[in-house]
Nanobody
Framework: QAQLVESGGGLVQAGGSLRLSCAASGLRYSIDVMGWYRQAPGKQRELVAT???????NYVDSVKGRFTISRDNTKNTVYLQMNSLKPEDTAVYYC??????????WGQGTQVTVSS
């Protein structure tokens, strides 16, 4: 059964950096798009960044220039390098993986907390 496991979250001061990782396992089909969503308390889950298998990337405006998404196709892993973090980046971050047919079930997420 397909599974996503996120890691790398934590508590950091404003201006700091974190690197999130997400490994996909139990895949039946090849991965198409990978990405990251986040959900802050009381808010809807929002798309942060995506990357295609050809490494084309897309970012929400609020993180452009601060976050970088990357992937290792040999390891079925996606990363999110987050620099210049702001308190408004505080959220649970969820990995998104879509194979050639469907999106995989969400993982447990990883908490990112940015203190001011």
């Amino acid at each position: 059964q397909a599974q996503l496991v996120e890691s790398g979250g934590g508590l950091v001061q404003a201006g700091g950096s974190l690197r999130l990782s997400c490994a996909a396992s139990g895949l039946r089909y090849s991965i198409d798009v990978m990405g990251w969503y986040r959900q802050a308390p009381g808010k809807q889950r929002e798309l942060v960044a995506t990357i295609t298998k050809l490494h084309q990337t897309n970012y929400v405006d609020s993180v452009k220039g601060r976050f970088t998404i990357s992937r290792d196709n040999t390891k079925n892993t996606v990363y999110l390098q987050m620099n210049s973090l702001k308190p408004e980046d505080t959220a649970v971050y969820y990995c998104y993986v879509r194979d050639i047919f469907r999106a995989l079930p969400w993982g447990q997420g990883t908490q990112v907390t940015v203190s001011s």
